[in-house]
């Protein structure tokens, strides 16, 4: 089974900028989704953006004009840079793949088939 590791998070100040990045051990081919969410301690998951196989994009609204997911088939890696970064980004960070229909639909994990680790996101004020 595909293996997903997150890396990337890390301790930045506000208005700072990230990459964070979500290996894939092995190809995925079809009718797939690749989907960040996060969580934050007392609060539940959300689903922060996602890509599909043609490279059709999704965010959430708190996101949206700030941050760019994308993804690079050769390195079989999903990307989501997050620039602007506020601290109410500050959340651990994980990435989901699944088939397209349902993940991504926005906000739902239903369907996802493997989980990563998760990267912690600290944005200081």
């Known amino acids: 089974q595909a293996q997903l590791v997150e890396s990337g998070g890390g301790l930045v100040q506000a208005g700072g900028s990230l990459r964070l990045s979500c290996v894939v051990s092995e190809s995925v081919y079809g009718d797939y989704c690749m989907a960040w969410f996060r969580q934050a301690p007392g609060k539940e998951r959300e689903g922060v953006a996602n890509?599909?196989?043609?490279?059709?994009?999704a965010y959430t609204d708190s996101v949206k004009g700030r941050s760019t997911i994308s993804k690079d088939n050769a390195k079989n890696t999903v990307y989501l840079e997050m620039n602007t970064l506020k601290p109410e980004d500050t959340a651990m960070y994980y990435c989901?793949?699944?088939?397209?229909?349902?993940?991504?639909?926005?906000?739902?994990?239903?369907?996802?088939?493997?989980w990563g680790q998760g990267t912690q996101v600290t944005v200081s004020s």
């Open positions: 989901a793949a699944g088939p397209a229909f349902p993940l991504c639909i926005l906000g739902t994990s239903a369907g996802t088939r493997h």
């Open positions: 890509i599909d196989n043609l490279g059709n994009t």
